[in-house]
């Protein structure tokens, strides 16, 4: 299986600050990843697609970036709303791994 | 609107069998894949497996836990997608999602939790 790393696996940061999420696959994936935005007890919902395309309704403080094996997502300008753990994704091949997350505290 | 409703879900023993139960609506069910997916207590997201649609002969793919043990089935005439779980253990205890799958599982459902122990 595509092993995904993320980094770091957790994070504090203040309200407007912008922080950056790394994920790494352990092997080339093209642009396969996605990024989704889970709070306490609820499903996790899609913010970015094919490493870079924003989901319709997400804010655009929300960007990804990357291809091949490296991979970020990036919040510019943090909301309280976005305290949440956030897990990326590769769709390049089944079964469709998740790195382990990284939680976002504000 | 699209709306996937995990049932099915409770407490099993283990060795047992479960079959969850993903109905959906707002969409054309035929037309897309289904992703099961689950989440152990405090822990990270899994792949469970899924299925395609018809028009890519209805295929499965699942993870390699689970591989042997689950069927993933669909029944495009009621728009519902079945995961049956067989010989559980105990490290099957999680929420279980179905997900929508397009170009990436876009719309996924509330989960419903599995325990699996004597």
């Known amino acids: 299986d595509i092993q995904m790393t993320q980094s770091p696996s957790s994070l504090s940061a203040f309200v407007g600050d912008r922080v950056t999420i790394a994920c790494r696959a352990s092997?080339?994936?093209?642009?396969?990843v996605n990024w989704y935005q889970q709070k306490p007890g609820k499903a996790p919902s899609l913010l970015i697609y094919?490493?870079?395309t924003l989901q319709s309704g997400v804010p655009s403080r929300f960007s990804g970036s990357g291809s091949g094996a490296d991979f970020t997502l990036t919040i510019s300008g943090l909301q309280p709303e976005d305290s949440a753990t956030y897990y990326c994704?590769?769709?390049?091949?089944?079964?469709?791994?998740f790195g382990q997350g990284t939680k976002v505290e504000i | 609107e699209v709306q996937l409703v995990e049932s099915g879900g409770g407490l099993i023993k283990p060795g047992r069998s479960l079959r969850l139960s993903c109905t959906t609506s707002?969409?054309?069910?035929?037309?897309?894949?289904i992703s099961w997916f689950r989440q152990a207590p405090g822990k990270g997201l899994e792949s469970v497996g899924f299925?395609?649609?018809?028009?890519?002969?209805?295929?499965?793919e699942y993870a390699a836990p689970v591989k042997g043990r689950f069927t993933i089935s669909r029944e495009d005439s009621k728009s519902i997608s079945y995961l049956q779980m067989d010989s559980l253990k105990s490290e099957d205890t999680a929420v279980y999602y179905c997900?929508?799958?397009?170009?990436?599982?876009?719309?996924w459902g509330q989960g419903t939790l599995v325990t699996v122990s004597s």
């Open positions: 997900a929508r799958q397009g170009m990436v599982d876009d719309y």
């Open positions: 707002g969409f054309t069910f035929g037309d897309y894949a």
């Open positions: 299925i395609r649609s018809k028009a890519y002969g209805e295929t499965t």
């Open positions: 092997q080339s994936i093209s642009s396969y």
């Open positions: 094919a490493a870079s």
């Open positions: 994704q590769q769709s390049f091949f089944p079964p469709h791994t």
